[in-house]
């Protein structure tokens, strides 16, 4: 029996598959084609994103059932229908889901308040939270670009014929960083709640084995790298997608204990200080380390008066062009090295009357030859380096253990921490204004209680985040229109730690928060973060 079947297999060994398969199409499915194109409007009405998924064994001279639908649901669709989803579940409009069942639901949430969603609501709402984590890839806009051709607006300047218009408009806008009527309008945040999700940890690839003492993302918005200087003397650089976070360099300096590590204000090299009388530079061109060159402290810095030799370059800061460093020293001593001709000469001192706390380079008005100085009885000197002299003196207020300065790129605002916890924010325009002898604080902020170690401002002036290290989890940060502290993050759950450095990323999308532990934990600002 085995034999004669296989007999009558051999019959259609030598058959094409056309002459052996066919579509019956007759009068009787009906019915079934009736319900199939029901359940495909169904699914095209409720459906956001659709994705059509081509037969691997369709024939070349077969019509594809699929094909048949389409055409008979061309009447009823219009020239708007969509290609139906693979399958649809009816139960989706019927369930309730809770937003604030669970920690991780609340971040889909449009208001405070808001509980309880439906099911395409749910559904429409992981979508979007997924888009702002993962942008649409390149090769996905071009596709759609060429599935869905351009409509473009008649010469009669009349509006899209209907909404897919201007959808399909819409990916040829994104394609670009440049804005619709070429220049770029700021995005407004607004005050009392913050959106912000956390990250894979900056430097999870290569964690540090002591405290973070000093991070900072690269300048350029264009190059997604951060540096962080630990306590273990070694310099790690990250690239930063937010998924992934990978390793891509460590400097190991054994003789210098690194306290600060910045970029160069070009982005072309890193300045690495700490308690010795000499620095390092690191060049990301070529991938190599100098060390200064010897004598830079001593006679040349100490004149004709020979005062004691400064022994530590903690506390310095790059003019804005990046050509003069301004360091201090001890005794109120301020030297200004040359950077332009790379021997890294001192061309000139300052002296006040106290101690240097903080330095900071004035921005307003676009100002790159103004100084200011914090001393350790509270007084702020405004010095003209063109000039080498001091041209205004002011008190803070409050004026006791004023220890931290720091001001915003754009020359807005100028903070002053306390170790007290206090932290007074000027205009920068009052403190280096001539006209204006005792400058006001716009607001004194009291959120934290212990001393103020790290400030920092975001790009556009929007943030301040101000932290201590002194006890755990003490970072606010603070909407500085308004001049309100959000309420919503950070939270007691919130794992911070001994936070010991900040930094915001050229854009403002990241934010990166160094603690005791060695750990730079990394958040997402969803308000700059949006495509």
Avoid at 234 to 261: M, V
Avoid at 325 to 351: E, F, N, P, T, Y
Wanted: aromatic share 6%.
């Amino acid at each position: 029996m085995d034999g004669a079947a296989g007999g009558n297999f051999k019959e259609f060994e030598n058959m094409l598959d056309s002459d052996l398969f066919f579509i019956d199409d007759n009068a009787g499915s009906s019915s079934i084609k009736e319900q199939e194109t029901s359940r495909f409007e169904e699914g095209v009405n409720s459906a956001d994103v659709t994705v059509e998924e081509e037969s691997p064994g369709a024939l070349d001279d077969t019509v594809p059932v699929a094909e048949g639908l389409e055409t008979s649901l061309g009447n009823t669709l219009g020239p708007r229908s969509r290609k139906p989803p693979a399958w649809v579940d009816p139960d989706d409009t019927n369930i309730q889901v809770s937003l604030t069942s669970h920690t991780r639901l609340r971040k889909l949430r449009d208001a405070p308040s808001e509980d309880t969603v439906g099911g395409r609501e749910y559904e429409r709402r992981l979508r979007r939270q997924y888009e702002q984590i993962n942008s649409t890839p390149e090769w996905a806009s071009k596709a759609r670009q060429k599935l869905h051709p351009k409509r473009r607006r008649s010469a009669s300047g009349s509006e899209p014929e209907d909404e897919d218009a201007v959808e399909d408009i819409v990916p040829e806008l994104l394609a670009s960083t440049g804005g619709i009527s070429g220049v770029k309008k700021p995005k407004v945040l607004s005050p009392g709640i913050i959106s912000v999700d956390r990250l894979r940890d900056a430097n999870q690839a290569a964690p540090a084995e002591g405290e973070i003492k000093s991070l900072q993302f690269h300048p350029n918005p264009q190059i997604p790298v951060l540096l962080t200087a630990s306590a273990d003397r070694r310099l790690r650089l990250f690239h930063i997608d937010g998924l992934t976070n990978p390793h891509a360099q460590t400097l190991h300096i054994p003789s210098l204990p690194l306290t600060n590590a910045t970029f160069h204000p070009s982005g072309a090299s890193i300045l690495l200080t700490g308690p010795r009388p000499f620095y390092y530079t690191y060049d990301l061109q070529s991938g190599t380390a100098h060390r200064s060159p010897r004598g830079l402290w001593g006679t040349t810095f100490s004149g004709p008066s020979q005062t004691p030799q400064d022994g530590s370059m903690d506390i310095c800061a790059f003019n804005p062009p990046g050509d003069v460093l301004a360091i201090a020293g001890r005794c109120g001593h301020i030297h200004l090295v040359d950077w332009r001709s790379g021997a890294a000469q001192v061309v000139a001192g300052l002296k006040a009357n106290a101690a240097i706390r903080a330095l900071w380079w004035s921005r307003a008005h676009g100002a790159t030859s103004t100084l200011l100085s914090l001393t350790e009885d509270a007084q702020v000197y405004v010095w003209d380096v063109a000039q080498r002299r001091c041209v205004k003196r002011w008190q803070d207020e409050g004026g006791f253990g004023s220890r931290i300065m720091g001001g915003d790129q754009r020359g807005s605002y100028l903070a002053i921490g306390s170790n007290t916890g206090l932290v007074n924010v000027y205009s920068e325009e009052s403190t280096v204004s001539l006209g204006v002898s005792k400058p006001k604080a716009l607001k004194t902020l009291g959120n934290l209680t212990t001393n103020i170690t790290c400030l920092r401002y975001n790009h556009d002036a929007q943030l301040l985040a101000m932290a201590s290290n002194v006890k755990k989890d003490q970072m606010r940060l603070v909407h500085l229109p308004s001049l309100t502290a959000f309420g919503n993050w950070p939270t007691t759950s919130t794992p911070l730690g001994h936070v010991t450095a900040m930094d915001f990323s050229a854009g403002s999308e990241y934010l990166a928060i160094g603690n005791n532990r060695g750990r730079a934990l990394l958040y997402q600002l969803r308000h700059y973060g949006e495509k």
